[in-house]
């Protein structure tokens, strides 16, 4: 345990140093900025605009930390050996890869935690700025909702990350991989939700719809854009739901880090 | 000295060529939107993977493109295309961000007034109010289209009433539906209804309401 | 003391490549051992298979008892966001010692103080080598296993890893060290193995530390290097 938290410890340390994440820090700050000057162009719907752009501008900087950070050490720790430095008696590799995801995930919390403070600063100043046909739905809070929702999800898509790096060899293999895996967890949620259209289900042979369905449950739902079109809508997402989505992405999570912890004991480094 | 008077150069060449660039790409893009139209729904969900708010975005401001070039820029020939593209854009918004407010705003403030627009507004509207099931505000658009453009009562009736159900409906908007479901006192009742709705467009949007509210005086006289 | 390290039959093959060929071996904690071996014998496998970095084909590599090691790997990448000092700190945490001892240890291998705060990846790789040896000899670990730790030093920071190291063995720790220069492995070690293609072909005990066993083990490492 004392290792686990050791490896923790200096994962934080090495990713808050790193000048890549303080850049991804920053953008989040700034993303606000960007929404309020994209939400111009508009004429009513100014707050679901705005918190459009704030969502889909800090999902893309959390999917960029996992594959340019996340990976990137993955990468040096397994492609170029550098795990070889800590991987001594006492630790193990069990406690290595614990550490180094829980170091990982706790740098996403702090994004996240970034992500919430400027939602609501967002928030609370469309709510300033604007009148209620400007602003239909957003309440303040929805910014900290919004974060906690999308963390969830992201913590899923790091322990798939970390699975597709500790089984794959070379840094280009895992970023590949890794964006492969990302592209359809985004894009397969819609496929077969389509699928189950009747009108389409009638042109699409069982057999592929089948197919596309197995893999749809291979990858978490990350694709997260319902969660995001509706707090951008005001709409309360319910405690059901809530719970639901968690236990979803921990349980996915969970596994995809187990996998993981069974490749990484198993192979040669 | 010399550097400086080459860096200046560079600079002038890049701004110039940036310039250059940007006019002829706008105009590629604008008459791009105009001409090839949105994706189908279900591709556009599948492209947008979790940046489905942001699809719908971008789908009004193609909107607004399209509106633009209607009103300044295409000739008389072109126009009745590029109303049907502007349809079709706020349909396909309507299926991806069916909560999106901005495509019932367009849809009840240009669309409906444009030549078999009418029709297609109140499709939106219906979709709008099944997904938007607390607002009045959708059902009672759709109604009053269906009345004052489409002089279906049978279908205006259908959604006033659905929309005098629905929570918070002010009593104004229930008198307006009832006196414009009265033929005597439909056409003042339409134009009370129109000048509401410019209160609630921007400028730049009033021509196409504003051009009803006159066929409108002009036929009560 | 320290227990011995016993390997037993240990074998690893790439494909159809067989890069260690039934290694038998016991090191004890009460000698320095040296490896020596052309490029490609082996000598990497082995320390990475008595690790357990890598997993062998057949055979054993454990020691009886857990015990901490200090392990310096022949291509060393630090983690260039961190500091030599957070570097050390880690170390000697994982260790179970003082994080305060990270200054001394710093000091024991020859880094230069105004170096401690910088970030690693500003360092010259005279100066992550011995970023890297502070990282394998903090918290004095029971068995040191350094993959060429002279490479990339100076002169002067060859002797006084030299030094350190037989203060270290003094001290009690067992220590299995590889390199190519062979001079300097004689005027470290007590025992020699010279490995070639994957097996252990000599296991020579050097006693004077004198120019004539230089000779005699350069000697026999070109002989069995190349037949």
Known sequence: MTTTIEITRITILEIIRMRIFQFFAVAILVTPIIALVFSNIFIFDIGKVRIDVFAAATRLLITSYILFVAVTLMGRDIGQKSCYQFLMPPVSRHAYLTGRFAGLTFCMLMLMVVTMIAGELLIALTLAETTEIYRHGITQGQGFTLAILSFVQHISLLAMVIMICVWATGLAEMLVFSIAAIFLSWTLPPIIHALQNQEVMQHVPPLISSLTNSIGYIFPQLNGGDIAVALAHGVNINSTDILLHFTEHFSYALMMFVLALIIFSRRDL | ?221 | MNQAWHIQHLTKRYQRDTVLDGIDLTLKASQITGLLGVNGAGKSSLFKSMLGLISPDSGTATLPHPSSIGYMPDLTHLPDSLTALQITRHALRIKGASALLAESTLEEIGLKSTAWNRRIGSYSKGMRQRTALAFALAGEPSWLLLDEPMSGLDAVGRKQLLKLLKLRHQQGAGIFVCSHIVPDLVRLCDRILILSNGKLKRDMAIQEHSMDEISFVEDQLEKLSHP
Request: charged share 15%; proline share 5%.
């Open chain 2, 1 to 221: 000295m010399q550097r400086m008077l080459w860096s200046l150069l560079l600079l002038a060449t890049i701004s110039y060529g940036a310039s250059r660039m940007l006019v002829s790409d706008s105009s590629a893009i604008l008459s791009t939107v105009v001409q090839s139209g949105p994706l189908p729904s279900v591709a556009q969900q599948i492209v947008a993977g979790p940046f489905v708010g942001m699809v719908a975005d971008y789908n009004i401001l193609a909107v607004f493109t399209i509106y633009d070039q209607i009103i300044y820029k295409l000739p008389e020939s072109e126009k009745q295309h590029a109303w049907q593209q502007l349809a079709s854009y706020l349909q396909r918004t309507s299926d991806i961000d069916p909560l999106f407010m901005d495509t019932y705003r367009l849809s009840s403030g240009l669309l409906a007034y444009s030549e078999h627009g009418a029709q297609d507004a109140i499709a939106i509207l219906a979709k709008g109010a099944e997904a938007r099931s607390w607002d009045w505000e959708l059902p009672f658009l759709a109604g009053f289209i269906a009345y004052d453009s489409l002089k279906d009562s049978e279908q205006a009736f259908y959604f006033m009433e659905m929309a005098t159900k629905r929570p918070g409906v002010p009593p104004v908007a229930i008198g307006l539906a009832s006196r414009m479901l009265t033929q005597q006192q439909g056409v003042e009742a339409s134009i009370s209804f129109l000048h509401y709705l410019l209160t609630t467009m921007p400028a730049a949007y009033h021509g196409q309401i504003q051009r009803r509210i006159r066929e409108l005086k002009e036929s009560a006289l």
